[in-house]
């Protein structure tokens, strides 16, 4: 017997990812705003440039400001569960079970 998908549970689980990528895509606006045309000259300008983008709250809607965000916010649920998933499995220094 199937148990029927629990929507609330999922997005709250999911909330603190949610919103890291939604913050996220403040710096993709920055990054579009930056001048330059290579990676240095853009990464220079992105200094002067990053205070204007994170100085609004809300998150940029532009496609590729999106796409940073749901990179980033993917990226640390990834983290998130690696780092829990090897917490378990490795313990270093801690004896498991007592066969001796």
């Known amino acids: ?6 929507i609330k549970k999922l997005i709250l689980l999911n909330l603190p990812y949610i919103l890291m990528g939604l913050f ?6 920055a ?9 240095s000259e853009k ?9 204007t983008a994170l100085g609004s ?3 940029s809607f532009h496609p590729l400001d999106l796409l940073v ?5 993917a990226a640390l ?3 998130v569960y690696l780092k829990g998933k090897n917490a378990k499995k490795y313990r270093p ?6 066969a001796r």
């Open 57 to 59: 709250f809300w998150p």
């Open 69 to 73: 965000g749901l990179c980033c916010g």
């Open 31 to 39: 990054w579009r705003m930056a001048q330059g045309a290579d990676v």
């Open 24 to 29: 996220a895509t403040n710096f993709g606006e």
């Open 1 to 6: 017997m199937k148990r029927p998908l629990n």
């Open 93 to 98: 220094n801690i004896e498991y079970g007592s």
């Open 43 to 51: 990464v220079l300008s992105l200094i002067s440039v990053l205070p």
């Open 77 to 79: 649920r990834l983290a």
